[in-house]
Every structure is written in structure tokens, then in C-alpha cells.
């Protein structure tokens, strides 16, 4: 091989056989490596290879292996990256688990392999790979793990031994460079002129650089193991062989071989993981959304705080394990599921109705023209036949995702359900999980086309969210092109005036990713299909008999949406829809008017200050309050008190707190005379949210002495444990977090689809659902479990006391228990409680209180403006208890 040297020259490279590493290395038995021989064919000489594998320690523990691994690294590690993979797999067999056989190689001029002298081009090192797997008579079933460029050569061989291929995993990597889009800054700059060779070979800059990459930092140890292979520049010369072998442009040697193989990887139809980590400077998100393009049916988990050496940033290890276990048993298990009814789509009504001239939505705070905006059906079916053939007319195509950045609206309805017709798969991520979240989740969700307000859009600009971008309104020429706007919503009407439009998707395409609050960890995109969305619409009507002619206010964006497919009329009231707590008492008074509304939709923050507004009703406000039959409020427990009093605006409303969540938004319902009637015939504590709602079904898992759900699903009363449920409108899954989804789910019959809330609670003797708190919230204290809405709703009636949390201080199983509570008035100060507060708290509370403190608000979620982090604020007890600054949680 020619080795690119200090300012970039190139020189014949040293030449040396294959070793073993030394026998210290942090992490890396050394009774798994070996030597290997191989013939390499057109050259007719031996090569010599290093490998790690655990063939030997399986022989010797009596057991046969089910397949093999073969892990392929890239550059410039070596086989160092899948030292844990090799120990997990052996140790598991060890345990009566699956035995897999692991070999994970170093390419030649790589780690400890045979220093060879020779240029070695993509395609060579494919075969140099098959060559490898020929002299170890490796037999099926195979699957391949590859890492950077080793998982380009790894998907070469997988392409080219159909025979043995079983499935394919791969970590960070890439087998497309976009033409128009540049490679990766830190690769462009090891290919400058002057500086390939003096950055990979000549310093160990390109070595060092990559082991950067790591999150949190590697240990000196483990950084030592991976130089290991490269002291001194003789030894490095297989690193500036792989950058040189990048292929910049289509004349590169290697540029044909990439083709072959990102051509080939679209026709595998094996088994396929992807295990990525975002925060990677050199494979971004763009070359996974490259790969799930091509293998649509990958499992795919981002690790959000993971970068490039994601195999050192995460378990990877226990991730593949878990994985291939259940490939196995999955193609060991017959599959059986109840076949859904059919039903009609989600854009029905939009065209039953699509020569009324009847209102379909309003718009309380329209972006132009006066208020309220008031569209009909006809116009509205009108715009999103246009819209939708205006959006095929410039590419967007079916399983394309559009992100949608457009505040609740007539415009944010079109969008929706132009993207919907066409079979576009829409991202929808409020405003309310804050500009960190929003950036998480429109990133994470790899959009292909943003269409978004000017808000919207200059966040995207500013934060460099991928996607083609939308203009709701139409931009002048400097405020288009600073932005990158291409098309406005006008242009796609007008391309779209012929209204011709493509087959409409099946029940069984993805309609949309929906993303949760994110108020007890990062926001999830949750996966729904046509057919799903269709049951949530279903499910919302047969629970409320609501349909065509009803009036709906939603004060909660799903619910806005989600009018025109019920047929209703809908309006969202005057608000700031990233802080519901801003909604008053005339603002719904106004909305409800607009729409002759007889149901109103509320959260609960929202709820909170609408009654503190209600002095502001005049009387034709109460007149219009007094036609609303049904109210509803839910996103967070709703008290008995705060239901009474909204419900005191309504008098001729049955009031509603219905149970669910972004994964199923309606699971259990309770009217206010429901809760009245629970409070007074049951003790067991909690917030009752009432009976399962039509095909739902409610099942409880038992929590251990550890607060762990860990018992078999019952429907038995008084047993506390976490909640599932089960119904045809549960979601389908989590957007590339595969291991979150498959955490969620729970066996059951076949076919069935338990969903996990991580909410704690138990069921009553007559059948009702109380909540007692989140599954991270639950408290283990040397006299048991504790769950902690019990003893706060207990707290709450304390006259002083405004709102309360419960959190555990201490290691788990010896927690001690704190309550942190707001007042009336409010404090101006974190303080620990005056002794009659405490005293009162104590004595109202039916567990042990270490410490009473009072703070001037309880930290809350954006989107709810209601949902408490108990963890955050259980650390933050724990610190300001152990004698920290007595600071604002």
C-alpha cells in the first residue's frame, strides 16, 4: 500500500504480519483473539487477519451456537469496538441463553491485522471479507454488524452471501453521499491537500479526533485500547488508506462499489437493526433517513445523546442481544391478529360535505383579514384537494414527511389533511414543547418538507432543520430566500387547481408522528397509522356523539385537528397555544359563540384560569356557556373542586376528565358526578378517571417490593401497579426508538397490543381506573412503596396549601418522604415550611414526612403547564436538604 504522508506524498508502506494485542487491554480478554490465515485469490498469497471469537469458549461450554455475528469496525478503530458485544454474547450463553458465535475481525492494515503494503479500494475489501469468511468455513445463519466504513463493507458482503445472510445490523454509517451535499466537515478536512497525510499517519490527529467523539469522554484506559494497534506511523498508514478511499466525487475508484452496494441494500429483505447515535459530526441523520429509505422495515433506536462511537456511548451490546432474541422468537411464534373493521378515512367528510356551504372551522385570531375567519366546507375541501395535488406537483410523494410548523388554524387544517390524502406521513410538534424540544423532535423525525408560518420557518433556518421549506403566507423575494423558502401555500394551490390527486393511502400507511409533551423525559414521536387515527376519530364519537352539526371548541391542539374527520364544526379560542394557562373565561365564551358550540375541550392548565377569569363574563357570555352540553378536560388529573367550578360556567354540560394520553387520547372517561360518587363509596386513593371507554381495556401489573412492574396483567381490584391498556386506537409505535417501544409493550394473546402508560394506579371493585402518580415517580421507602398522588391530593386539603408534590429523598428502598408545596398566598422564597404548615401537612398526610418545603411554584411541563417532574424536583429536595442554596427548583 502507498501511504499518504506529511503533506499529503505518498510512499510505500511497511509490510508486517498479523499479531496478537497485549494481554492488558481495559475490557478485551485475550482469550478471544486469534490469528487467521486467508487466501487472498487474484494476489495468490496468504493474508493474516486478527479476529476476536468466542467460537472456542462456546465449544468448551458444550453449546451450539444459533448464528454468528460477524462485526465489521471502520476507521480508525478495530475490532477493540466489539469487545463487549464479544463478552455479553458469551456470558449470556453461559447463563442458558441463546448462544451466539461473535467474530469480530480487523480489516487488513487495520488494528491487529497483517500490515500488507498494498492499496486496498472498497471493493477490495469486500472480498478481502469473503475471502476471511471462505477460510473460516463460516456457515449460516450469519448477521453482520458494521460500524463506519466497516459497515459499508459489511453490507457489501451481506449483498454478496444471500446464502448465509440472515440479517444485518449496523451502527453509525453511511452508503450514499447525496450528490449537491458535501461530506462531513472533519472528513473534508483530513482530504485537503497538505493535510491527509500529516492528520492519519504521520500524527495520530485523525486517530485522536475520533476518540473526542465519545459521550460522556473516554477513560484513558479505554482510549489506550484503541491506540493500541497504531504506535507510530508505520502502523497507521491502513487510516489514511480509508480516507483516501472515500469517495468524493463520481470518478473515485471506489465510487462504483458504493453504487453496487447502496443499490443492493434496497433489495434485502433479512431482519435489520440500526442503532444510531445523533450527536455525530461526520454520520448525521441524513444517512439514516438514507438507510430507512432503503430498508423501510429496519427496527431503528436513536440514542438522543449519543454520537459517532455510539458503541461506547450505550449498551449497544445489550441492545443487539435483545434484538436477536427476539428475531428468533418472532420467527419461532405463529402470528394471529383480529382483523380490524374497515373504516372510512380520515378526509370524509371533507368530501360528503364538500358542496356545503355550512362552517366548517373558524379562525378566532386569523394570521390576516378580520376575526374570526369563518371557512366552509366547500372552501375548505376545495383548498386541501388543491394543496394536496399542489404537494404531489413539486415531489411529495407517499411515506414523505412533512413536518407542520403552523400554529392551530384553517391553514393548519388543509396542510393536515392535503399531507393526509396524498399519503404523506405528517410531523406534528407544537410550539409547547419549547424551542429545545421542538428542535429535537423536528431533527429527530428526519422531515423531508417543512411547511410552516414565519415563526416556524425562522426557527428553522436559525437551528438548521432539514427539509424542503413552506411558506404558509406569501413571502417577498428577500425574506423567501434568507429563509429558504421555495414554494408558499398560494403556489401550491394554484399548481394544484386541477385537483387530480393519487390513490389514497391504506388503512395500514403511516399517517403521522405525533410527539409527546416530553414532560417526564425527552419528547417521543408516536407513530400512528391511517387506520389507528380513523379508531381514535371512531372512539371520540361513539363516546360523545360527536359528529356532523356538533360545535366543537378545542382547546387542545389533537382535538382541533381531529374536527373536520368527526364532522364537527371547530374553533380554537384566543390563545397562546404554547402556554394553555393563558386562555380566560371570555376567550371560550367568544369560541363558543363562533361555532354554536355544545362541546368544549380544555386542559387542565387551562381550565385553572378560566374559572380565575370568570368575573370578566358578561351575560351574553353566560348565555353562550349555557348551551354547551358536554365539556371535557384531561392531559393531567383534573380535581374535583376545578371540575366543579368550570362546570359551574356550563350548567346545562355533563363535565368529563377522559384518561389517555399522546398513544391513545381516550382510554378511560368519568363525568363529575362520577368522581362525586367514587369519592363517596371508595377510599383506596388517587384520582378516579373512571371506566374503560368502549373497545378499551384496562389491565394492571403489579409493582414488586422494588416499585418495579414486574406482576402478570390482572383486572383485580385494589392492586396498585403500573397501567396498560388496549385498545384499536393505541398507537402503533415510537418513531426510531425501538427500545422504548418494544419497553412499552406487553405480552399477551397474539396479536393483541398491550401498551405500557408508565402510570401507576389500580382498578376499584366496581371496575373504575385511579391514577396514582408516574412509574418514576414512585417512592420505595423502608416501610414499603409509596405512590405519590395520594398523600398529595391529602396535602391539598390543607386550607393553605394551593398545590402539592411528593418526592423521595435518599438511595431507593430507604427514600425519605418530602412534600414540596405551593401556597395561598404564594411564597416569595424557597423556605422550609413554617412549623404550622409543617405540622398541618404531617398530620393531613398518611405517610412519614421528612421535611415540609414551600417554593413560590412547582416546575411544570411547557405544552400542560400541569405536569410536575417529580424526579427533577427530588433531586432538587435532596440537594437543598443536604444544605445547598435554598434555590428555586
Not at 482530504?191 to 491527509?196: A, K, N, R, Y
Not at 385570531?365 to 374570526?372: H, M, N, Q
Not at 404554547?578 to 380544555?602: E, G, N, R
Not at 384531561?634 to 356550563?650: D, F, K, Q, T, W
Request: glycine residues 10%.
Amino acid at each position: 500500500m502507498r501511504l499518504p504522508q506529511a503533506g499529503g506524498a505518498l510512499t510505500p508502506g511497511t509490510r508486517a504480519p498479523a499479531s496478537l494485542p497485549p494481554a492488558d487491554l481495559h475490557g478485551l480478554d485475550p482469550a478471544f483473539s486469534r490469528v487467521v490465515h486467508a487466501r487472498e485469490a487474484d494476489a495468490s498469497v496468504d493474508r493474516s487477519w486478527h479476529v476476536l471469537d468466542n467460537a472456542g469458549r462456546l465449544a468448551d461450554l458444550g453449546v451450539k451456537p444459533v448464528g454468528t455475528i460477524l462485526c465489521v469496525h471502520g476507521n480508525p478503530t478495530w475490532s477493540y469496538l466489539w469487545r463487549k458485544l464479544v463478552s455479553q454474547a458469551t456470558d449470556a450463553a453461559a447463563a442458558g441463553g441463546d448462544a451466539w458465535r461473535v467474530i469480530a475481525i480487523d480489516q487488513l492494515d487495520m488494528g491487529f491485522s497483517e500490515r500488507t503494503g498494498t492499496r486496498r479500494s472498497l471493493a477490495r475489501r469486500v472480498r478481502d471479507l469473503g475471502e476471511l469468511t471462505d477460510a473460516l468455513a463460516l456457515d449460516g445463519p450469519v448477521l453482520t454488524l458494521g460500524h463506519d466504513w466497516g459497515g459499508v463493507v459489511s453490507l457489501g458482503w451481506a449483498v454478496d452471501h444471500p446464502d448465509l445472510l440472515a440479517g444485518v445490523m449496523l451502527l453509525n454509517t453511511a452508503v450514499h453521499q447525496p450528490e449537491g451535499r458535501p461530506i462531513p466537515v472533519p472528513l473534508r478536512l483530513a482530504l485537503q491537500p497538505g493535510v491527509l497525510g500529516g492528520a492519519t499517519v504521520t500524527t495520530p490527529a485523525f486517530l485522536e479526533t475520533t476518540l473526542a467523539l465519545a459521550h460522556p469522554p473516554l477513560p484513558a484506559s479505554i482510549k489506550d485500547g484503541y491506540r493500541a494497534p497504531y504506535r507510530g506511523a508505520g502502523r497507521r498508514g491502513g487510516i489514511g488508506g480509508f480516507v483516501a478511499d472515500i469517495p468524493v466525487d463520481l470518478e473515485h475508484e471506489s465510487r462504483a462499489e458504493l453504487d453496487r452496494i447502496a443499490e443492493s441494500v434496497a433489495t434485502l429483505r433479512v431482519p435489520a437493526l440500526m442503532l444510531w447515535g445523533p450527536r455525530d459530526p461526520i454520520f448525521s441523520d441524513r444517512y439514516l433517513d438514507d438507510l430507512i429509505d432503503r430498508m423501510p422495515h429496519a427496527d431503528v433506536h436513536r440514542f438522543e445523546d449519543a454520537g459517532h462511537l455510539v458503541a461506547e456511548d450505550v449498551d449497544y451490546a445489550a441492545a443487539v442481544l435483545t434484538w436477536l432474541g427476539d428475531s428468533i422468537r418472532s420467527a419461532e411464534r405463529p402470528r394471529s391478529a383480529a382483523a380490524e373493521p374497515a373504516r372510512p378515512p380520515l378526509w370524509r367528510y371533507l368530501d360528503d360535505l364538500r358542496d356545503s356551504d355550512e362552517s366548517a372551522v373558524i379562525d378566532m385570531v386569523p394570521p390576516s383579514g378580520p376575526a374570526p375567519r369563518v371557512v366552509s366546507w366547500r372552501l375548505l375541501s376545495k383548498r386541501v384537494r388543491q394543496i394536496a395535488s399542489g404537494l404531489v406537483s413539486i415531489g411529495v410523494k407517499k411515506g414523505d414527511r412533512v413536518s407542520l410548523l403552523i400554529p392551530p388554524s384553517a391553514d393548519l387544517v388543509a396542510v393536515l389533511y392535503a399531507c393526509l390524502r396524498i399519503g404523506a406521513i405528517v410531523v406534528v410538534a407544537d410550539a409547547g414543547l419549547g424551542l429545545k424540544g421542538l428542535t429535537r423532535a423536528v431533527r429527530g423525525a428526519c422531515a423531508d418538507h417543512v411547511i410552516g408560518a414565519l415563526p416556524g420557518l425562522t426557527a428553522a433556518r436559525a437551528l438548521g432543520w432539514p427539509g424542503q421549506k413552506i411558506s404558509t403566507t406569501t413571502l417577498a423575494g428577500p425574506a423567501r430566500r434568507a429563509l429558504g423558502v421555495s414554494f408558499s401555500l398560494a403556489q401550491l394551490a394554484s399548481l394544484g387547481s386541477d385537483e387530480e390527486l393519487p390513490e389514497p393511502p391504506t388503512a395500514d400507511d403511516v399517517a403521522a408522528v405525533l410527539f409527546t409533551s416530553g414532560s417526564t423525559g425527552p419528547a417521543k414521536g408516536v407513530v400512528y397509522t391511517h387506520g389507528q387515527l380513523s379508531a381514535v376519530r371512531d372512539a371520540l364519537a361513539a363516546q360523545y356523539g360527536v359528529g356532523v352539526g356538533t360545535g366543537l371548541v378545542a382547546g387542545f391542539a389533537p382535538f382541533a385537528l381531529l374536527g373536520p374527520a368527526l364532522g364537527a364544526r371547530s374553533v380554537t379560542p384566543d390563545m397562546d397555544v404554547t402556554s394553555p394557562k393563558t386562555l380566560t373565561a371570555t376567550a371560550v365564551a367568544a369560541a363558543v359563540k363562533a361555532v354554536d358550540a355544545t362541546v368544549v375541550f380544555l386542559s387542565p392548565a387551562a381550565v385553572a384560569n378560566v374559572v380565575a377569569t370568570s368575573a370578566a363574563l358578561s351575560a351574553a357570555d353566560h348565555d353562550a356557556l349555557a348551551g354547551v352540553e358536554q365539556f371535557l378536560s384531561a392531559g393531567a388529573p383534573v380535581s374535583e373542586p376545578m371540575l366543579a367550578a368550570i362546570a359551574a360556567l356550563m350548567p346545562s354540560a355533563t363535565a368529563h376528565t377522559p384518561y389517555g394520553m399522546t398513544e391513545g387520547l381516550l382510554m378511560t372517561d368519568i363525568t363529575l358526578d362520577g368522581i362525586r360518587e367514587a369519592a363517596s363509596t371508595s377510599g383506596t386513593g388517587g384520582v378516579c378517571v373512571g371506566t374503560p371507554s368502549g373497545q378499551t381495556r384496562v389491565r394492571i401489573s403489579p409493582l414488586d417490593a422494588d416499585g418495579a412492574a414486574t406482576g402478570e396483567l390482572t383486572d383485580a381490584a385494589l392492586v396498585t401497579g403500573e397501567i396498560l391498556v388496549s385498545a384499536p386506537h393505541v398507537e402503533d409505535h415510537y418513531d426510531r426508538l425501538w427500545l422504548t417501544h418494544r419497553a412499552s409493550r406487553r405480552g399477551g394473546v397474539p396479536g393483541e397490543r398491550w401498551h405500557r402508560t408508565g402510570d401507576v394506579g389500580h382498578l376499584d371493585a366496581a371496575g373504575r381506573l385511579w391514577v396514582e402518580g408516574r412509574m418514576p415517580h414512585v417512592l420505595v421507602t423502608a416501610d414499603g412503596v409509596v405512590t405519590p398522588v395520594k398523600p398529595e391530593l391529602q396535602a391539598e386539603v390543607v386550607g393553605s396549601v394551593q398545590r402539592a408534590a411528593i418526592v423521595g429523598v435518599g438511595p431507593r428502598g430507604v427514600q425519605q418522604v418530602v412534600a414540596v408545596v405551593e401556597t395561598t398566598p404564594g411564597a416569595r422564597r424557597v423556605a422550609l415550611a413554617p412549623p404550622e404548615l409543617a405540622a398541618a401537612v404531617r398530620a393531613a398526610v398518611d405517610v412519614p414526612l421528612a421535611a415540609v418545603l414551600v417554593v413560590p411554584r412547582l416546575p411544570t411541563d411547557i405544552r400542560h403547564n400541569s405536569k410536575i417532574n417529580r424526579s427533577a424536583l427530588s433531586a432538587w429536595a435532596e440537594g437543598i436538604l443536604a444544605g445547598g442554596r435554598m434555590v428555586a427548583p
